[in-house]
């Protein structure tokens, strides 16, 4: 069975770090695109990131420069790694698979919620 | 950026009811249009992508249409179960991929 699950998601101070994890099973990361998307309480879908099968990365203009997405082949799970998070980056953030040519988000975790709050 | 115009932002209907949600992209974006469904606590489901085209287990009640500027989903007699909020994603522009701004489906 294809399947996502987010891990890493917390309370962190307004400034702070906070790495997520999105381990995945029934398919290999390292041959997908691979995304983040999160959505703000109260909110709608925001695209974060994508790390194409080939390595290429790309960010929303509302995280780059403070959010780094990553893989590791070896255990199948994608992350973003958040640093100087920003009251505005609190946010259920889901990782999703881009299916087919990439161009569909096929499969999606259930997500994990990350508040920036003092 | 390419920006997505859904509505209604809400919508009650009762059960058995043709649902309609449209979305307007800002500029020409052929059929690259896909339509998710999310449920509280649920992962987000992929329904309709390339505009029309049914993602695999999808119930035939649920469809999509348009191409260019201006698409719609129905849902052709609406069930309990399709309580949630629906969006519409681009997908022309990538990687700069855009939500539209999602609309809260309830039963009457």
């Known amino acids: 069975e294809v399947q996502l699950v987010e891990s890493g998601g917390g309370l962190v101070q307004p400034g702070g770090s906070l790495r997520l994890s999105c381990a995945a099973s029934?398919?290999?990361?390292?041959?997908?695109?691979m995304n983040w998307v999160r959505q703000a309480p109260g909110k709608g879908l925001e695209w974060v990131s994508v790390?194409?099968?080939?390595?290429?990365?790309y960010y929303a203009d509302s995280v780059k420069g403070r959010f780094t997405i990553s893989r590791d082949n070896s255990k199948n799970t994608l992350y973003v790694q958040m640093n100087s998070l920003r009251a505005e980056d609190t946010a259920v953030y889901f990782c999703?698979?881009?299916?087919?040519?990439?161009?569909?988000?096929?499969?999606w975790g259930q997500g994990t919620l990350v508040t920036v709050s003092s | 950026d390419i920006q997505m115009t859904q509505s209604p932002s809400s919508l009650s209907a009762s059960v058995g009811d043709r649902v309609t949600i449209t979305c307007q992209a800002s500029q020409d974006i052929s059929n690259h249009l896909n339509w998710y469904q999310l449920r509280p606590g649920k992962a987000p489901k992929l329904l309709i992508y390339d505009a029309s085209k049914k993602e695999t287990g999808v119930p035939s009640r649920f469809s999509g249409s348009g191409s260019g500027t201006d698409f719609t989903f129905t849902i052709r007699s609406l069930q309990p179960e399709d309580i949630a909020t629906y969006y519409c994603q681009q997908y022309d522009n990538i990687p700069l991929y855009t939500f539209g701004q999602g609309t809260k489906l309830e039963i009457k």
């Open positions: 999703a698979r881009g299916g087919g040519d990439g161009f569909k988000f096929d499969c």
């Open positions: 790390i194409y099968s080939g390595g290429s990365t």
């Open positions: 029934g398919f290999t990361v390292s041959s997908n695109y």
